[in-house]
């Protein structure tokens, strides 16, 4: 008999399971895309090896841990203190066009796993499992994966994120592991390295060459990331959301559902698991009225006043905002009752009558009739101990009975677990939002939590911004978390732009903004023009260059306008301006990252027929001339036409040589083929340290 498979194919990738009479499915293939053809059965092809069980167990879909498989465990569950062991004896499996439905029974434990995979029209595939208690008494589940696949055995290195504040997403590339590898967080956010994944290279993989494998976990809350090698020698991938001991017991007939799992493969580098990744997250942003818009260029008012602001201070802004440009304006921290400082005030989401004796609704009215949006900023899920909300309600804040409560910021954290918090938090926003004209909220979550809460802390958060988004689905809302600290494809589903650090150097945002676009949109990405030197680091930098390196993103300013020199307010008027006239190549798009010679880095945004090339010299040059960059994304292009649009930072000292070449090509597109600009290589100017070329490509 032919052996019966489930398969599914896009257009790089392949995902092959074996049926089997009783089981769950084994893993044939996960990888490059083939044609599996007549295979013989798994059986047949494996043979005996010394020190094993009689009785073979191969890698399935949901192996018996304790039972004949050594290897991590799918699940880990309990009735009271008797460990449960499943075995799933019976299965059903059907494989639709782009979705392969796996239904596995255990009845001697009263267990039912339910495992979706699903492929996205963009290529990348979606892992869900879903388990339910069919037995008589409670199940405590204390571990389900979302996803455990076997990884190539040609891969050769991890690419991962660690960070902390104002230094986010910090790479580090690794060996493939000789025992096992881990990414744990435990923070209760997804953190500071960005989003719960891991890329896996395969034979010396680049960015647009060679087989990559891209995990994230669709999960804000802690995580676990994990890559084992099996005694057999191949490796397997893992990923959960931790649960809190004891906080998932799962009555008759109810289930637990892992947050959902998106994994991309392709054979096109980084770059190409980049573009699935990003078409898996952009179905899963609800934008107001059902499209992207152009998205509007932001001032937001932390860094030009902190906590320091008033009616007047702030209307004056406004005006020097909208004087150069700005579309939306965000007022930030301070404007609500006791807010002087960190040290009062969150939780009573009443404005302050001393800053606004009339209340925000002159204020909004004011920035609207200026051309503007009003956004605000809130932090919802904190509390001060100086506040009505705690000395009415102590016991809404996360902690543990008898033990000192553990202040971050001078905050707490209030328990979103609870039905009551989330509706008074409702309430709160809900009358803001009726009695303002806000269409933009930026919210944020400054602290660790400690205790974290579990599961059910963030599925509460998730909660209250769904309902929110329900009674307002014109509002977007930012997700902020001591910057990036809570950035990811869970929290994706609910928010519309993420802010990427508190930390706008623009030298430090490079990395930073690469990283991040490793797993999700530049849509999304939040890049301000910061002020100079930099709040975070105090280095100095040209306002060319912190625009150019702004760009990409969500384009935005941190800063006083009414601070700058006249000449400085008309260059980044000219910025936000430029801006506007390219972001429809920038948002919505594919993007491309590369690197050149003696330290120029590039990122290119929009489509092989049109786009925005990047080029970005960070450290001074150390060669005596700049050598072509190569862009192999155009490989397949017969000529493109390319523009120098402009050249951001550099300045200072003595000008920078120029080429004959660059400056005809300010002035009109010169023609190149697109073999040679992906394999010779297109030429590139001189560039100081710290300056960015621009260019526009178009096909011929």
Same mark, same amino acid.
């Given at each position: 008999?032919?052996?019966?498979?489930?398969?599914?194919?896009s257009?790089?990738?392949?995902?092959?399971?074996?049926?089997?009479?009783?089981?769950?499915?084994?893993?044939r293939?996960?990888?490059?895309?083939?044609?599996?053809?007549?295979?013989?059965?798994?059986?047949?092809?494996?043979a005996?090896a010394?020190?094993?069980?009689? $009785?073979d167990?191969?890698?399935?879909?949901?192996?018996?841990?304790g039972?004949?498989?050594?290897?991590?465990?799918?699940?880990?569950?309990?009735r009271?203190?008797?460990?449960?062991?499943?075995?799933f004896?019976?299965?059903?499996?059907?494989?639709?066009?782009?979705?392969?439905?796996?239904?596995?029974?255990? +009845?001697?434990?009263?267990l039912?796993?339910?495992?979706?995979?699903?492929?996205?029209?963009?290529?990348?595939?979606?892992?869900?499992?879903?388990?339910?208690?069919?037995?008589?008494?409670?199940?405590? %589940?204390? !571990?389900?994966?979302?996803i455990?696949?076997?990884?190539?055995?040609?891969?050769?290195?991890?690419?991962? &994120?660690?960070?902390?504040?104002n230094a986010?997403?910090?790479?580090?590339?690794?060996?493939?592991?000789?025992?096992?590898?881990?990414?744990?967080g435990?923070r209760?956010?997804?953190?500071?390295?960005?989003?719960?994944?891991?890329?896996?290279?395969?034979?010396?993989? @680049?960015?647009?060459?060679?087989?990559?494998q891209?995990?994230q976990?669709?999960?804000?809350? /802690? $995580?676990r990331?994990a890559?084992e090698? /099996?005694? +057999?020698?191949?490796?397997?991938?893992?990923?959960?959301? %931790?649960?809190?001991?004891?906080?998932?017991?799962?009555?008759?007939?109810?289930?637990?559902?892992a947050?959902?799992?998106?994994?991309?493969?392709?054979?096109n580098?980084?770059?190409g698991?980049?573009?699935? !990744?990003?078409?898996?997250?952009?179905?899963?942003?609800? &934008?107001p009225?059902?499209?992207?818009?152009?998205r509007?260029?932001?001032l937001?008012?932390?860094?030009?006043?902190?906590?320091?602001?008033?009616?007047?201070?702030?209307?004056?802004?406004?005006e020097?905002?909208?004087?150069?440009g700005?579309?939306?304006? %965000?007022?930030?921290?301070?404007?609500?009752?006791?807010?002087?400082?960190?040290?009062?005030?969150?939780?009573?989401?009443?404005?302050?009558p001393?800053?606004?004796?009339?209340? *925000?609704?002159?204020?909004?009215?004011?920035?609207r009739?200026?051309?503007?949006?009003?956004?605000?900023?809130?932090?919802?899920?904190?509390?001060? #101990?100086? $506040? /009505?909300?705690?000395r009415?309600?102590?016991? &809404?804040? *996360?902690?543990?009975?008898?033990?000192?409560?553990?202040?971050?910021?001078?905050?707490?954290?209030?328990?979103?677990r609870?039905?009551?918090?989330?509706?008074?938090?409702?309430?709160?926003?809900?009358?803001?939002?009726?009695?303002?004209?806000?269409s933009?909220?930026?919210?944020?979550?400054?602290?660790?939590?400690?205790?974290?809460?579990?599961?059910?802390q963030?599925?509460?958060?998730?909660?209250?911004?769904?309902?929110?988004?329900?009674?307002?689905?014109?509002?977007?809302?930012?997700?902020?978390?001591?910057?990036?600290?809570?950035?990811?494809?869970?929290?994706?589903?609910?928010?519309?732009?993420?802010?990427t650090?508190?930390?706008i150097?623009?030298?430090?945002?490079?990395?930073?903004?690469?990283?991040?676009?490793?797993?999700?949109?530049?849509?999304?990405?939040? $890049?301000?023009?910061?002020a100079?030197?930099?709040?975070?680091?105090g280095? @100095?930098?040209?306002?060319?260059f912190?625009?150019?390196?702004?760009?990409?993103?969500?384009?935005?300013v941190?800063?006083?306008?009414?601070?700058? #020199?006249?000449?400085?307010?008309?260059?980044?008027?000219?910025?936000?301006?430029?801006?506007?006239?390219?972001?429809?190549?920038?948002?919505g798009?594919?993007?491309?990252?590369?690197?050149?010679?003696?330290?120029?880095?590039?990122?290119?945004?929009?489509?092989?027929?049109?786009?925005?090339?990047?080029?970005?010299?960070?450290?001074?040059?150390?060669?005596?001339r700049?050598?072509?960059?190569?862009?192999?994304f155009?490989?397949?292009?017969?000529?493109?036409?390319?523009?120098?649009?402009?050249?951001?930072g550099?300045?200072?000292?003595?000008?920078?040589a120029?080429?004959?070449?660059?400056?005809?090509?300010?002035?009109?597109?010169?023609?190149?083929?697109?073999?040679?600009l992906?394999?010779?290589?297109?030429?590139?100017?001189?560039?100081?340290?710290? #300056?960015?070329?621009?260019?526009?490509?178009?096909?011929?």
């Amino acid at each position: 008999m032919p052996t019966k498979l489930a398969c599914l194919h896009s257009a790089e990738s392949s995902l092959v399971l074996e049926l089997r009479p009783e089981g769950a499915p084994v893993w044939r293939h996960l990888g490059a895309r083939l044609e599996p053809g007549l295979l013989s059965p798994l059986e047949m092809e494996r043979a005996a090896a010394s020190f094993s069980l009689d $009785s073979d167990v191969p890698l399935s879909t949901a192996p018996p841990a304790g039972l004949g498989w050594f290897g991590p465990e799918v699940m880990r569950l309990r009735r009271g203190e008797r460990p449960l062991v499943p075995v799933f004896t019976k299965a059903e499996v059907t494989n639709e066009q782009n979705t392969i439905l796996i239904h596995l029974v255990d +009845e001697l434990e009263g267990l039912a796993l339910e495992q979706r995979i699903t492929l996205t029209p963009g290529g990348a595939f979606l892992f869900d499992a879903c388990l339910t208690n069919t037995g008589h008494e409670p199940v405590t %589940v204390d !571990h389900l994966a979302s996803i455990q696949a076997p990884l190539p055995d040609s891969a050769d290195r991890l690419l991962s &994120w660690r960070g902390r504040h104002n230094a986010e997403l910090v790479e580090c590339s690794e060996a493939m592991p000789e025992h096992g590898w881990l990414r744990e967080g435990r923070r209760g956010l997804s953190g500071h390295g960005g989003p719960p994944g891991v890329v896996v290279c395969c034979d010396g993989a @680049t960015h647009d060459s060679g087989l990559v494998q891209a995990l994230q976990l669709a999960w804000s809350g /802690d $995580s676990r990331i994990a890559v084992e090698r /099996d005694d +057999e020698g191949f490796w397997l991938l893992s990923a959960n959301a %931790v649960l809190a001991s004891g906080e998932a017991v799962l009555p008759p007939g109810q289930n637990y559902c892992a947050p959902q799992a998106i994994l991309a493969i392709s054979t096109n580098g980084t770059n190409g698991t980049m573009a699935q !990744h990003h078409d898996a997250i952009r179905t899963r942003i609800a &934008w107001p009225g059902g499209a992207m818009r152009p998205r509007p260029v932001h001032l937001n008012s932390w860094e030009a006043c902190y906590f320091d602001h008033d009616e007047a201070r702030i209307g004056d802004l406004a005006e020097a905002a909208a004087a150069i440009g700005i579309e939306r304006f %965000v007022l930030d921290d301070g404007w609500f009752r006791g807010r002087n400082d960190d040290t009062a005030g969150l939780g009573d989401w009443t404005c302050d009558p001393a800053k606004y004796p009339h209340g *925000l609704k002159p204020l909004a009215d004011r920035v609207r009739a200026l051309g503007m949006e009003f956004g605000l900023w809130v932090e919802p899920e904190m509390i001060n #101990s100086d $506040s /009505d909300l705690y000395r009415a309600h102590l016991d &809404w804040a *996360l902690s543990h009975s008898g033990r000192e409560r553990l202040t971050a910021r001078n905050q707490l954290v209030l328990d979103m677990r609870r039905a009551d918090v989330r509706d008074y938090l409702f309430d709160a926003l809900d009358a803001l939002l009726r009695d303002v004209p806000i269409s933009y909220l930026k919210w944020d979550h400054n602290r660790d939590l400690a205790p974290a809460g579990g599961a059910a802390q963030t599925r509460g958060t998730y909660d209250l911004l769904a309902r929110l988004r329900t009674a307002h689905p014109g509002v977007e809302i930012e997700g902020c978390a001591g910057g990036g600290g809570r950035s990811d494809a869970g929290l994706a589903a609910h928010v519309h732009r993420f802010w990427t650090s508190d930390n706008i150097d623009a030298v430090s945002r490079v990395t930073m903004q690469r990283g991040f676009l490793t797993f999700l949109p530049p849509e999304m990405m939040g $890049s301000h023009v910061g002020a100079s030197p930099a709040h975070a680091t105090g280095r @100095t930098q040209a306002l060319g260059f912190r625009a150019a390196v702004a760009m990409p993103g969500h384009f935005g300013v941190e800063l006083d306008p009414r601070k700058l #020199s006249d000449h400085d307010r008309a260059e980044l008027a000219d910025w936000i301006a430029f801006h506007k006239t390219w972001r429809h190549l920038l948002h919505g798009g594919q993007t491309w990252l590369g690197k050149g010679a003696d330290g120029i880095v590039w990122q290119a945004a929009g489509s092989r027929d049109e786009f925005l090339l990047f080029a970005i010299r960070t450290p001074p040059p150390l060669d005596r001339r700049p050598q072509p960059l190569r862009l192999p994304f155009l490989t397949e292009r017969a000529s493109v036409d390319l523009q120098l649009l402009r050249i951001g930072g550099g300045e200072g000292g003595h000008a920078a040589a120029g080429t004959l070449l660059h400056q005809a090509m300010r002035g009109a597109p010169h023609r190149f083929t697109g073999s040679w600009l992906a394999h010779a290589g297109l030429p590139m100017p001189p560039l100081k340290a710290e #300056s960015v070329a621009v260019f526009h490509g178009k096909s011929a």
